[in-house]
């Protein structure tokens, strides 16, 4: 796995489980790899899976069963999708705003571009 | 599982080595040591591993005094050093001579390690390998021993370019939640995403003992065309994209540990190092 320069790696780690769960290849309810089975597969340090698989279950997307591992969450697409709105706005959109003053884009110009899209 | 008090070392009417060095490391952990040439990166391992004693302090490895190499220590420790020693046999009789000694080798593991390192005949001599599939069999073998720690010294000197991507795979194979695993290496690149912990040593002492979360928690690593920070700024280097940054981590931001800025951050920083990270609570 190729990582970005500034973030925190298990935060790029948990954004490419919201990946998998969103596209389709890991289903709601289904049993996920081990925490040393992903450290391998990613070639990342087991601890550093360890605090994505947290943060994961802090916001409800995996759960862990003790002594059987880890799961994706029944309801975990809507909770991917509430994390990701909440970052999107807090952290995506000053940022574009901010593009879209600075380059003089009217909302009009970006709606265009939206319904083209 | 690896305590240092107070140690003095130097070799005969040499400079000093280490000057009242303490350290103390905990297993579950694989920590990268880092230092200039000639801080002592070897030494230092070999005293934790009972092969040179100090002048003055306490060293000692698995509750034991690592001078005394009791059995005990020596069977729950591996030290792969730089310069790896084979004798003129087989890879198969070398396992039958070295691994009785160790009590939790695993066959099966070693042979999967050799594999993925595309060693596929156990009856070739290790005199006849080259120096780096020479390497590799050592590697693969100190793995499979399962000791409680383990010790290498520039691991990755002489693997090719696909081998260091596999020995990365393999550490984070041998990993766990016990085991300690102390890496000395020039080789940055190598260990990326790999180790969770930091240790540097200058002049002496230990400059740093500090876990991957710990640092970035403490210190942030971004590539920025901003100039105007309010942040501290520790360590700059000015890259293509920008400018790559090391500053004090006021505003909580995570960003993604680089071991090159932060060895130079520390080095140009010593004292605010010491400050933000070694200040009691």
Known sequence: MNFNDNKAIYLQIAEWVFEQILNGNWKEGDRIMSVRELGTLLVV?????????????KLEVIVNRRGVGYFVAPDATDKIISHRRKQFVEEEVPAFFKTMKLVRMSWEELAELYKES | MIQLQNINFSYHKGR????????????????????????????????????RFPK???????????????????KNLYFLQEEVYVPAISIRDYVKCYAPFYENFDNEQFEE????????????????????????????????????????????????????????????????????????????????CLIDAVVILDNGHILLNASA?????????????????????????????????????????????DIELLFNAVMLNKERINELFNAKN
């Open chain 2, 56 to 74: 003055s302090g306490s060293s000692t490895t698995l509750g034991q005094r690592a001078a005394l190499r009791k059995a005990e220590m020596l």
């Open chain 2, 113 to 192: 390690y050799l594999h993925l390192f595309e060693i596929t005949s156990m009856d070739d001599k290790l005199t006849a390998l080259s120096h780096g599939q020479r390497k590799k069999v050592i590697i693969s073998f100190a793995l499979a021993t399962n000791t409680k720690i383990l010790l290498m010294d520039e691991p990755t000197n002489g693997l090719d370019i696909p081998s260091k991507g596999i020995f990365r795979k393999i550490m984070t194979m041998a990993a766990n939640e016990d085991r300690l695993i102390l890496i000395s290496t020039h080789q940055v690149r190598d260990l990326h």
């Open chain 1, 45 to 57: 340090n087991p601890n550093t899976i360890l605090r994505s698989y947290d943060f994961l279950q």
């Open chain 2, 213 to 257: 979360d710990d640092i970035t928690d403490k210190l942030c690593f971004k590539i920025t065309d901003d100039t105007g920070t309010d942040e501290p700024i520790l360590y700059c280097e000015e890259n293509l994209r920008g400018n790559l940054l090391v500053t004090e981590n006021i505003h909580h931001i995570e960003t993604k540990l």
């Open chain 2, 16 to 51: 000093t080595i280490f000057d009242d060095l303490s350290l103390s490391l905990e297993g579950g952990h694989i920590y990268g040591l880092f230092g200039k040439n000639g801080a002592g990166k070897t030494t230092l391992l070999k005293i934790i591993a009972g092969l």
